[in-house]
């Protein structure tokens, strides 16, 4: 079954930093991969995903992903956050010929002033 | 409408009654999805529907979980004898077409309180 990891729970980033979120997964075939973001009271909204590729993907609001196959890992960064960064991040694996996302534990993000 | 709907946005129900969650997908829209977002849980998954197609139940956590979805268009899911374990966030998306290329679109989420 495939499962994916988000390792920190929070984490906390001063405005004009970068930012990264790791993301773990486990699936046997090549993983559809995604990152939705969730801000205060709203429904998941689409980063960005990869499916075949170049492995560095772009996203919205100045978010990329980088795709390691040989560490299974889908991290999303970016070079410097805005305070309207600070939102839930979830990392999820959909299987290509399946219905459903799994998604990981998610990775809340504060950003200081 | 301009994204997925869901309603109620609140609801607070007593332990052992039964409540009825609505979505209205994005119009057009033919595969339809439930997620639950809970503390200990995270999201997951219950269940999909796709056209007319059986819907694709594995995710549903007993058979006191049902769900609907009439004309391919609106879903109603039905919780019975509700227990406090149920209180989460139900989340429903749409996307146009079934698979995981095709984006889905969240609506904000009905939050579930059983007292």
């Known amino acids: 079954a495939q499962s994916v990891t988000q390792p920190d729970i929070h984490i906390t980033v001063s405005e004009g930093a970068s930012l990264e979120l790791r993301c773990n997964y486990s699936y046997g075939a090549t993983p559809y991969l995604f990152w939705y973001v969730q801000s205060p009271g709203q429904g998941l909204q689409l980063l960005l995903k990869y499916f075949s590729g170049d492995t560095l993907v772009q996203g919205i609001k100045g978010f990329e992903a980088e795709f390691k196959r040989s560490q299974s890992s889908f991290n999303l960064r970016k070079p410097s956050v805005h305070w309207s960064d600070a939102a839930e991040y979830f990392c999820?694996?959909?299987?290509?010929?399946?219905?459903?996302?799994?998604f990981g534990g998610g990775t809340r993000v504060l950003v200081k002033p | 409408g301009a994204g997925v709907s869901q309603s109620p946005s609140n609801k607070v129900t007593e332990k052992g009654k039964d409540v009825e969650l609505r979505c209205d997908p994005i119009?057009?829209?033919?595969?339809l999805y439930w997620y639950r977002q809970s503390l200990g849980q995270g999201l997951e998954f219950l269940i999909y529907?796709?056209?007319?197609?059986?819907?694709?139940k594995s995710g549903l956590p007993s058979d006191r979980f049902s769900a609907e979805r009439t004309g391919g268009s609106v879903s109603t899911l039905t919780i019975q004898r509700t227990q406090q374990e149920d209180s989460a966030v139900y989340l429903c998306?749409?996307?146009?077409?079934?698979?995981?290329?095709?984006?889905?679109?969240f609506g904000q989420g009905t939050r579930l309180t059983v007292v």
């Open positions: 119009s057009g829209h033919t595969a």
């Open positions: 998306a749409s996307s146009l077409q079934p698979g995981p290329n095709t984006e889905a679109f």
């Open positions: 529907f796709q056209g007319n197609s059986a819907p694709d």
């Open positions: 999820a694996v959909g299987e290509a010929a399946g219905n459903k996302l799994t």
